[in-house]
């Protein structure tokens, strides 16, 4: 299949392209190559003549998106509403990248594919356009929502190992809880699921969850930094432009019906730490 990929310089989109390669012939987007912010991104995705469009930029700063949430909605909003013209224009299948910002974060359990959605952010509102846009346009597509990724170049684990060389001790935050996710883990669940011709809304993410906290001792442990010390924090003592919501794990119900599952976090983490030894 040609597979054209959004974002492909990100950190997902590297995985993506890696995970893709050789077995279909890619189209890499990089950002160079295409700015979501122009409506004629939707000819310039069409142009690619592509089977499938895999979604993957967007503008991830969150508290960027929280000063700036026209642009925000301008990037990934109407961005990905351009794409979606673009795929309906090839009868291209999209796969579009969400994230568990969508959510609200007050849930007492893990989010499931069909919860109701009500994020708390710029960020969060301007992803959940983005998939109302695919929803509305395209029946061939898949929305595939990730969490805390890590494992390219700017990431929480990149963050802890390098405050870890910088200080004694480090102030993690407690009270705020989510999926930690390997980009290569999901961009090759996300290569089997294009194959399964089963649209629809996916989770896809590391299985179990932890605070940030948690996360961080988890890195230390894998670096074998047992020297640097942790101290918890509450999330109303790191204040943000942005509001954080606090509980937003992602269950993997809707993939793993089709035998599409992701091994634990932890497993996870400590591959990617010592790969960077
Ligand atoms: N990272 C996470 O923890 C996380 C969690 C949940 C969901 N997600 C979602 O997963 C996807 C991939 O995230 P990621 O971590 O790979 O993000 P990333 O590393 O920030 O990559 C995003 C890519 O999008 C490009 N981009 C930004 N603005 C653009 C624009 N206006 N037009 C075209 N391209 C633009 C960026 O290029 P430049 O850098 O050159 O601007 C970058 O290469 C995103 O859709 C994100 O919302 C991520």
Same mark, same amino acid.
């Given at each position: 299949m040609r597979i054209a990929i959004t974002g492909a310089a990100g950190q997902l989109g590297r995985a993506l392209c890696a995970a893709l390669q050789p077995a279909h012939d890619i189209v890499p987007l990089d950002h160079a190559a295409l700015e979501? @912010? +122009?409506?004629a991104s939707a000819s310039r995705i069409a142009a690619t =003549? $592509? +089977? &499938? &469009?895999? #979604? @993957? %930029? $967007? #503008?991830?700063n969150v508290d960027g998106c929280a000063r700036e949430p026209d642009r925000a909605y301008r990037i990934n909003g109407l961005g990905t509403r351009y794409v979606a013209l673009g795929c309906r224009r090839i009868g291209a299948t999209l796969v579009y990248i969400s994230t568990n !910002? &969508?959510?609200? =974060? +007050?849930? %007492?359990q893990p989010y499931l594919e069909y919860d109701a959605t009500a994020p708390v952010n710029p960020y969060g509102a301007s992803k959940l356009v983005g998939e109302q846009a695919v929803r509305e346009r395209l029946a061939a597509h898949y929305i595939v929502r990730v969490a805390?990724?890590? =494992?390219? !170049?700017?990431?929480f684990v990149r963050t802890v190992l390098r405050l870890a060389g910088e200080r004694s001790e480090l102030a993690m935050v407690a009270d705020e809880i989510g999926s930690p996710t390997a980009a290569p883990d999901a961009a090759a669940a996300i290569a089997r699921l294009i +194959?399964?011709? &089963?649209?629809g809304t996916y989770h896809i993410v590391n299985a179990g969850h932890c605070s940030r906290f948690d996360l961080a001792r988890a890195v230390l442990d894998a670096a074998g930094r047992h020297d640097v010390a942790l101290r918890p924090i509450a999330l109303a003592d790191y204040p943000r432009p942005s509001r954080v919501p606090l509980y937003t794990p992602l269950r993997n119900l809707a993939a793993a019906e089709l035998g599409i599952t992701l091994r634990d976090w932890r497993a996870a983490v400590t591959e990617a730490v010592l790969a960077l030894r």
């Amino acid at each position: 299949m040609r597979i054209a990929i959004t974002g492909a310089a990100g950190q997902l989109g590297r995985a993506l392209c890696a995970a893709l390669q050789p077995a279909h012939d890619i189209v890499p987007l990089d950002h160079a190559a295409l700015e979501l @912010s +122009d409506p004629a991104s939707a000819s310039r995705i069409a142009a690619t =003549g $592509a +089977d &499938v &469009v895999i #979604h @993957s %930029a $967007a #503008h991830t700063n969150v508290d960027g998106c929280a000063r700036e949430p026209d642009r925000a909605y301008r990037i990934n909003g109407l961005g990905t509403r351009y794409v979606a013209l673009g795929c309906r224009r090839i009868g291209a299948t999209l796969v579009y990248i969400s994230t568990n !910002e &969508v959510f609200g =974060g +007050d849930a %007492a359990q893990p989010y499931l594919e069909y919860d109701a959605t009500a994020p708390v952010n710029p960020y969060g509102a301007s992803k959940l356009v983005g998939e109302q846009a695919v929803r509305e346009r395209l029946a061939a597509h898949y929305i595939v929502r990730v969490a805390w990724l890590f =494992g390219g !170049e700017r990431n929480f684990v990149r963050t802890v190992l390098r405050l870890a060389g910088e200080r004694s001790e480090l102030a993690m935050v407690a009270d705020e809880i989510g999926s930690p996710t390997a980009a290569p883990d999901a961009a090759a669940a996300i290569a089997r699921l294009i +194959d399964t011709g &089963v649209y629809g809304t996916y989770h896809i993410v590391n299985a179990g969850h932890c605070s940030r906290f948690d996360l961080a001792r988890a890195v230390l442990d894998a670096a074998g930094r047992h020297d640097v010390a942790l101290r918890p924090i509450a999330l109303a003592d790191y204040p943000r432009p942005s509001r954080v919501p606090l509980y937003t794990p992602l269950r993997n119900l809707a993939a793993a019906e089709l035998g599409i599952t992701l091994r634990d976090w932890r497993a996870a983490v400590t591959e990617a730490v010592l790969a960077l030894r």
